[in-house]
């Protein structure tokens, strides 16, 4: 048996071989470009949080441990004015969610060591850490009560299915099958958590020294976070459908008020369309909340609305914002929140009367790093410090610190490692779609490359179709460029950030001509002088592999394709995605069997009859989103036709979680690239290939 530091030096070297490089290092050098194996190294902040006197900020560092081929999380502690940083839960297991306490002496945190997920309580001043209770399920929500002597939270309750009939009485010792799964739940299955057990999310109640948490809601009925106490600790606030088709309604949840003593309900909002997030203000005058009317189109900004603590007197506060808000805390008498505004996403503060200051920029996401897209994570302490991640295109996120003088970054947790690495610069490429709206693009160069110099170029389409690319870092996009390629994305019509005009351009026409802002990208990075016209490939997953599939169905133009995990046919998608109400409600007017020619002339299927360009198809084995009998309806449909393609899948990978495992992440960008290489016709084709 080989040892396992063996192991992993021979996966490095398989890793490193998928991606060669523009020009070979010295003997003894560091490996300069960017490969597979650097996926095992890279650090992430994510879910800061700061103390409540803003002096100290708890965050969760994520570390790749190359041993269980996944990313583990640990809780550090960063003191904002000696920059000094610690680990304050950290070892075996995973530990994540830090919860300051009311008075900033203690910290809740969830964690799990492979078996039942644990609630604890950790005292700074002396170290001491009290586990609370082992849970049956994973808590979710933590929220401190305003006094500290009781934590809220969100679990599952275990449920009973469906029976019917009755199986024969099995004989002592008889091996026989597993009984019967019947399913009776509208959602019965979900990515990433796969096939749901009976059972519903509740709140829940237990003291901070320890004991039995106490259920607080009930019903056949989720109830979602975050959660909110008011000052008084007499009620909790959070969000659910309770209504009574509530499993067909996904979009109209309500702001509820639980009475911590009595378990008593009170529904705050009644509109039509989702009301979340909901936080009490300080002097519990006020809650703040986002939402919006739903109008089943594609697309709708959420907006951040205030009313009375009993519900009355409701009003948005950003609806000439045209973003769309996805994070609120209170901060004095103003509303700190986050939204995304052309492919950045921004924190500022929110007067009660509307008006809006600029707190920071930059944020992204410190958990996934495949793809480039925005996101990131703020909170902010009584006197307006805030906290938040954020990263740039060559280095994943870090955390910061705004609020009083000019941001201010806490940690380098890559700077190492990375500065003896050539990551690809990454710069904003001016593109004009055909009816003469400006679209943002971002290009990456391969590291070496000269000015002048035409390179291979690969078109990466993002998802959603409602979600949006910006300058942030992207394992995906670093591996393609270390490889010889430029690497072209961009936010065409339909994309978020820009306003919902811009994003509901494609309601009701998607795929449509979002395919013409992405051809006018890759004419843009031909006209500037890096692609080379001849040498063009396309790729992109979820709406992009979508797009992609779509793409080769019209044109040509592309050497190779390379579709992660599409939707091939709106018919059967709409019928076998997890959210199976959706499609249907969203995104056509009629049911699939009320006009099926709707769906089959929008979905990539229809043009199949047209592609000459050599396709991979892949996809995660346990994709609920984009079921993988999307993938292998259109992988047959190649075959059939006798296109070029192979079909990629990858073990228990869910839609989300396609790049999950840093070894199958790297693996995913070394298949795709290895079937461009196929088809390149450059000079440095027979190398790349070679290599």
Request: hydrophobic fraction near 40%; charged fraction near 20%.
């Amino acid at each position: 048996m080989r040892s396992s530091s063996s192991k992993f030096r021979i996966l490095a070297l398989l890793l490193a071989a998928a991606s060669p490089l523009p020009a070979l290092a010295a003997p003894d050098a560091p490996e300069r470009a960017f490969t597979g194996a650097d996926l095992f190294k890279l650090e992430g902040a994510a879910d800061p949080q700061v103390s409540p006197d803003g002096t100290r900020v708890a965050y969760v560092r994520l570390s790749t441990d190359v041993m269980a081929d996944k990313a583990v999380p640990s809780i550090w502690l960063v003191d904002l004015a000696s920059g000094r940083q610690q680990p304050l839960v950290a070892g075996a297991g995973a530990h994540r969610s830090p919860r300051w306490s009311p008075d900033g002496k203690r910290i809740a945190y969830v964690s799990s060591n492979g078996g039942a997920p644990e609630l604890h309580v950790r005292w700074l001043d002396g170290g001491a850490d009290s586990r609370l209770a082992n849970l049956p399920e994973a808590p979710g929500g933590i929220a401190w009560a305003p006094d500290g002597r009781s934590i809220a939270f969100l679990m599952r309750v275990p449920g009973e299915g469906m029976k019917l009939g009755q199986a024969p009485e099995k004989p002592e010792g008889a091996k026989w099958a597993d009984g019967l799964e019947i399913i009776d739940r509208v959602t019965y299955r979900a990515d990433d958590a796969g096939y749901l057990k009976p059972g519903f999310d509740h709140l829940f109640l237990i003291p901070a020294e320890g004991g039995a948490p106490r259920q607080l809601t009930f019903g056949a009925f989720d109830d979602g976070g975050p959660l909110s106490w008011t000052p008084d600790g007499r009620s909790i606030l959070f969000s659910a459908n309770r209504g009574k088709d509530w499993e067909r309604e996904a979009n109209n949840s309500e702001v509820w008020s639980v009475d911590v003593g009595s378990g008593s309900l009170k529904a705050l909002t009644t509109r039509y369309g989702p009301d979340a997030a909901p936080a009490v203000s300080p002097d519990g005058r006020l809650v703040a909340y986002l939402g919006f009317d739903d109008h089943n189109r594609s697309y709708e900004n959420a907006q951040l609305y205030v009313m009375n603590r009993d519900g009355s007197g409701a009003r948005s506060l950003t609806s000439k914002l045209d973003r769309s808000i996805d994070g609120l805390a209170w901060s004095g008498n103003s509303i700190v929140v986050s939204y995304d505004d052309h492919g950045e996403k921004k924190v500022a503060r929110v007067g009660l009367d509307g008006s809006i200051r600029p707190v920071a920029g930059g944020l992204s996401n410190g958990t996934d790093f495949d793809r480039p897209y925005t996101g990131g994570d703020f909170t902010v302490s009584r006197n307006g410090v805030v906290a938040y991640t954020a990263s740039g295109t060559d280095r994943p996120a870090d955390l910061w610190v705004a609020g009083k003088g000019a941001p201010r970054k806490l940690t380098s947790l890559n700077a190492g490692w990375l500065a003896d690495k050539a990551m690809a610069p990454v710069r904003k490429l001016p593109v004009t779609a055909p009816d003469g709206r400006p679209i943002d693009a971002w290009l990456a160069l391969p590291p070496g490359r000269q000015p002048g110099q035409r390179v291979p170029l690969i078109l990466e389409i993002h998802g959603g179709p409602n979600a949006a690319y910006g300058p942030a870092f992207a394992t995906d996009v670093q591996l393609y460029a270390a490889h010889g390629y430029a690497v072209l994305y961009t936010n065409p019509r339909g994309s978020t950030s820009y306003g919902a005009e811009f994003a509901n351009l494609i309601d009701r026409a998607y795929p449509g001509t979002d395919y013409d802002d992405l051809m006018a990208a890759v004419d843009a990075a031909i006209a500037e002088g890096t692609a080379d016209p001849n040498n063009l490939f396309v790729t992109g997953g979820s709406g992009g592999g979508v797009l992609t599939a779509w793409i080769v169905g019209k044109t040509d133009r592309f050497k190779a394709a390379a579709s992660q995990k599409p939707v091939i046919n709106w018919l059967s998608e709409a019928l076998t995605m997890d959210g199976t109400t959706f499609t249907s409600c969203y995104w056509f007017d009629k049911k699939p069997w009320e006009d099926p020619m709707s769906y089959w002339n929008r979905s990539p299927l229809s043009l199949v009859g047209n592609v000459k360009t050599p396709t991979l198809v892949v996809v995660g084995s346990e994709d609920y989103r984009t079921p993988v009998s999307e993938s292998e309806q259109y992988y047959a449909a190649l075959q059939i036709r006798g296109v070029p393609t192979a079909l990629v899948k990858v073990p228990g990978a869910s839609h989300h979680g396609l790049a999950g495992r840093p070894s199958q992440s790297a693996a995913k960008a070394s298949a795709i690239l290895a079937w461009f290489d196929k088809y390149r016709t450059d000079a440095k084709a027979g190398d790349a290939a070679a290599k």
